[in-house]
């Protein structure tokens, strides 16, 4: 398997532009993570799927934020409009089920709002 | 969140034992305990997990308490290559079984 992919890596974009994050999980993998790091602000939890349904969005900064699986082997992160403060990395992580379950990492989008 | 504390850095000299400690005081019989690491310039990495018994595996041990209120990870020969962040997280499977990462313990390996 490859692990976990994202796309784009990089991604530099205009304060107002929309972004859109992409994440194919682990094949197999029932629970979906995505993640927002800063020095600031460490990793911080912005949502988590379980079976494509959002069970915690809890940690979604702000209604500029929205995040989609519309079906078990793709996940979308997307924030309509960008601010600069939305510069960070970010993070989308699968595992199987149960808290035994291993959590896989991407390498993570670099997100740059200018 | 799932609380855990660790301490905010540590160092140790190439070659030798590390242990990285967590305090864990509120968790529940059903909780697992994971550890992961971040390299710089990369996203967090797994290490090891278990739930009451003291596990191995090739990267390191981990070492559970008898009231599962703290644990330890041990890099038996730390180098180089071990220097990271190191994060001690709860798995809840009460609350929906979320990853909630603290700040971690930054290691410093020392040639």
């Known amino acids: 398997d490859a692990g976990v992919i994202q796309s784009p890596r990089h991604e530099v974009t205009e304060m107002g532009q929309e972004v859109t994050l992409r994440c194919k999980p682990i094949?197999?993998?029932?629970?979906l993570f995505w993640y927002r790091q800063t020095m600031m602000r460490g990793l911080e939890l912005l949502i988590y799927?379980?079976?494509?349904?959002?069970?915690?969005d809890s940690g979604m900064p702000e209604d500029r934020f929205s995040a989609k699986m519309p079906n078990a082997s793709f996940s979308t992160l997307k924030i309509q409009p960008s601010e600069p403060r939305d510069s960070a990395v970010y993070f989308c992580?699968?595992?199987?089920?149960?808290?035994?379950?291993?959590?896989?990492f991407g390498q993570g989008t670099r997100l740059t709002v200018v | 969140d799932a609380k855990t504390t660790q301490p905010n850095s540590m160092e140790s000299n190439e070659e030798e034992p590390v242990h990285l400690p967590c305090n864990h005081s509120?968790?529940?019989?059903?909780?697992?305990i994971h550890w992961y690491r971040q390299l710089p310039s990369q996203g967090p990495e797994y290490v090891i997990h278990?739930?009451?018994s003291n596990v191995n595996n090739r990267m390191a041990s981990l070492a559970i308490a008898e009231d599962r209120k703290s644990s330890t990870l041990i890099l038996h020969r730390a180098t180089l290559r071990d220097a990271a962040v190191y994060y001690c997280?709860?798995?809840?499977?009460?609350?929906?079984?979320?990853?909630?990462f603290g700040t971690g313990t930054s290691l410093t390996v020392i040639p």
């Open positions: 509120t968790i529940s019989g059903t909780d697992y």
């Open positions: 799927f379980n079976n494509n349904v959002p069970i915690d």
């Open positions: 997280i709860l798995r809840v499977p009460n609350t929906g079984n979320q990853f909630y």
């Open positions: 094949s197999g993998h029932n629970s």
């Open positions: 992580a699968s595992s199987s089920g149960g808290g035994g379950g291993k959590a896989f």
């Open positions: 278990g739930l009451t």
